[in-house]
């Protein structure tokens, strides 16, 4: 069994959701390890409404293509639309961070992604729930990753949630 990861988004109708994503992942893989809540605003794009983010962990031994498309299948059934663009407001975002320690092309997915070194609402929840794990190709770890990151114009704050009758995160 590998440990996976994935980073989930949302910036329509928030916290349903980010809530079905977190059902749907329990109901499928079990047990989960849940990062806290952030919102941030927009990356790429202007004229969109701000997103929720969050990283979620749990055991596969799924394939690496199994995985993307169960998560491609989730987005869709949540609403997501195959030709909407890239730079959209999103019912749904789920994208794969690691599997295990693979790096390189697997199933057509690069892994590690790497917005995980290049965006803070990737690295900061992953950083929160996963300090001491290291980065499959930098060997660092995530912590370490946080501590030098310069985020810039990238902001985020944590925000109240609360999913299968527990506050998973709390507003700062």
């Not at 809530?19 to 047990?31: H, K, N, S, W």
Request: aromatic share 10%.
């Amino acid at each position: 069994m590998a440990r996976v990861s994935v980073s989930i988004g949302s910036n329509i109708d928030r916290d349903r959701h980010v809530r079905a994503c977190l059902d749907a992942l329990t109901a499928t893989f079990g047990a989960l390890a849940v990062s806290r809540v952030f919102e941030s605003e927009p990356v790429g794009f202007e004229d969109g409404r701000n997103f929720y983010n969050l990283v979620a962990v749990f055991a596969s031994d799924w394939p690496v293509g199994e995985l993307q498309a169960w998560c491609k299948r989730l987005e869709f059934a949540n609403g997501r639309r195959k030709d909407s663009p890239k730079f959209s407001p999103r019912t749904l975002d789920i994208d794969l961070l690691t599997v295990g320690d693979l790096t390189g092309f697997q199933d057509g997915v690069e892994l590690p992604r790497a917005e995980i070194l290049h965006h803070a609402f990737v690295l900061l929840p992953l950083a929160e729930l996963l300090p001491d794990a290291r980065h499959p190709l930098t060997g660092r770890t995530y912590r370490d990753h946080w501590a030098s990151f310069a985020a810039g114009d990238q902001r985020l704050w944590p925000v109240e949630f609360v999913w299968a009758g527990r506050t998973i995160s709390r507003a700062d």
